[in-house]
């Protein structure tokens, strides 16, 4: 079982909605948790992070996180073409090194 | 958010040679950097961690000889590919972990593509 799991889709959404991207996790020790969007041939762009559980929003995204339950999620509202990207959600322990789901793929239909 | 930058952004070299890749945080310090290989429509491999002024951390069954990274100063670390073959064409990342007013997160370079003909 993997430590981090993430449904790599593809996910297909008209511009305009909602995209739900969500993962779930094993690992107690995870304390920091974080979104990337990474577009193909580039680096992952950090969205956001958290480091408790709750609610975090920053503009169209927000980003829940779960601890009790060992599950994070990242909302994007108004969705545009622009957001056709990988998503990839990653967390880390005192160990500070990152452990990443398998990324979704998600493209907005104009 | 702050910038990482790499250099350079594609490399072709002969097989046999040596390609040494730089990671820079520009705008913040970073005593810890992170060097990652990605495989196409596949996740981030962590190879290695680099600490400032130390010797680097590799994962299990990255060859330390093969990858030589130097952290030389708080905004700057170095990938050197050594005796490069083609299984060594990837996508090399790099992410910079930034401590700075009380958050702990990292922050990724563009990447740089290597290819070994």
């Known amino acids: 079982q993997k430590e981090v799991e993430q449904d790599p889709g593809p996910l297909s959404v008209p511009e305009g909605a909602i995209v739900s991207l969500n993962c779930t996790y094993s690992n107690s020790a995870f304390q920091y948790f974080m979104w990337y969007r990474q577009y193909s041939r580039k680096g992952p762009e950090l969205l956001m992070y958290?480091?408790?559980?709750g609610n975090k929003e920053d503009g169209r995204f927000t980003a829940q996180v779960d601890k009790s339950s060992k599950y994070i999620s990242l909302f994007i509202r108004d969705s545009q073409p622009s957001d056709s990207a990988t998503y990839l959600c990653?967390?880390?322990?005192?160990?500070?090194?990152?452990?990443f789901g398998a990324g979704t793929t998600v493209t907005v239909r104009a | 958010g702050a910038v990482v930058s790499q250099h350079p952004s594609r490399v072709i070299c002969k097989s046999g040679t040596s390609v040494k890749i730089e990671c820079r945080s520009l705008d913040f310090q970073a005593t810890t950097m992170f060097w990652y290989r990605q495989f196409p429509k596949q996740s981030l491999m962590l190879m290695a961690t680099?600490?400032?002024?130390?010797?680097?951390?590799?994962e299990q069954g990255v060859e330390k000889d093969k990858f030589l990274i130097n952290h030389a100063s708080l905004t700057l670390s170095t990938l050197t590919v050594t005796s490069a073959h083609p299984e060594d064409s990837s996508f090399y990342i790099c992410?910079?972990?930034?401590?700075?007013?009380?958050?702990?997160?990292?922050?990724f370079g563009p990447g740089t593509r290597l290819l070994v003909l």
């Open positions: 992410s910079a972990r930034d401590t700075g007013g009380g958050i702990e997160t990292q922050y």
């Open positions: 990653a967390m880390m322990a005192n160990d500070y090194k990152l452990s």
């Open positions: 680099s600490n400032e002024g130390s010797k680097a951390t590799y």
């Open positions: 958290t480091y408790s559980s």
